[in-house]
């Protein structure tokens, strides 16, 4: 019974060369380099190397973050809804639709033709006091009606008038919740540090439907740093 022996080869064996054995990926290629930092930038949220975008900082106190928000977004959170915070940040006042209009006319109507039925009762009747009571009640309803609805119908045509205007100033503005202060972060279209009624009566001045502001409103004094851009048809109260 024989035994084989296996035998090496005797030829010269490949040197290695810069530390990497053959078949090995080269972790510092120049595509493997672009492939990590596209990764890195992936992981840091940022899209072409760009700068991420600077938040506001309110100019009275300081602050920044979830406490500076623009006035549309403090306006649309349920909180400011209930606590009032979005009736003194409103940008326009609310006015009856052209449905709301038709209703208050009709309803008018129908008290006026109850005062003169009353009218007609009194002189068939010969009762004179009623003939008198029906006719003053008809043609002071009738005159209220026609006051109210030319009234909605004024205060309606305004709001439409200066909703651009208002709605250029307003769009901008962004409130501190830190110190309930109104700004523009870019200062402008309008410059300066303003309360929420102040911002309020600037806005529905400027965009022309500054009347019909609440009275205490209008009593407030609006500071002289608060300039207007171009443009507008103000109503100063």
């Known amino acids: 019974m024989s035994t084989k022996k296996t035998e090496k080869p005797d030829g010269p064996r490949p ?68 606590g009032g915070l979005t009736d003194r940040l409103a940008g326009s006042p609310g006015v009856p639709s052209r449905f709301d209009t038709l209703l208050h006319f009709v309803e008018g109507m129908v008290l006026v033709a109850m005062g003169a039925y009353l009218a007609r009762s009194g002189l068939q009747n010969d009762k004179p006091v009623y003939t008198v009571a029906g006719s003053l009640l008809a043609a002071a ?21 200066g909703g651009p205007r ?24 309008w410059q ?21 502001l609440d009275k205490k409103v209008q009593d407030v004094a609006l500071p002289p740093a608060a300039t207007t851009a171009p443009g507008g048809t103000p109503d100063r109260v």
């Open 141 to 161: 309803l009738f005159v209220g009606t026609l006051a109210v609805v030319r009234g909605e119908l004024r205060e309606r045509k305004a709001v439409l008038r």
């Open 166 to 189: 208002a709605e250029a100033l307003w769009q901008p503005a962004h409130h501190c919740s830190a110190c309930d202060a109104v700004f523009c972060p870019a200062g402008t279209p």
């Open 15 to 82: 040197e290695r060369t810069g530390g990497t054995e053959p078949g090995s990926t080269d972790v510092t290629s120049p595509g493997n380099a672009d492939a990590s930092s596209g990764s890195t930038d992936a992981s840091s949220g940022r899209t072409g190397g760009g700068p991420a975008p600077v938040a506001p900082v309110c100019p009275r106190c300081g602050g920044s973050g979830p406490s500076v928000r623009t006035v549309a977004e403090t306006c649309a959170d349920p909180e400011s809804r209930t």
């Open 192 to 212: 300066g540090v303003l309360t929420p009624e102040q911002f309020q009566k600037y806005v529905w001045t400027e965009a022309g439907y500054g009347q019909q």
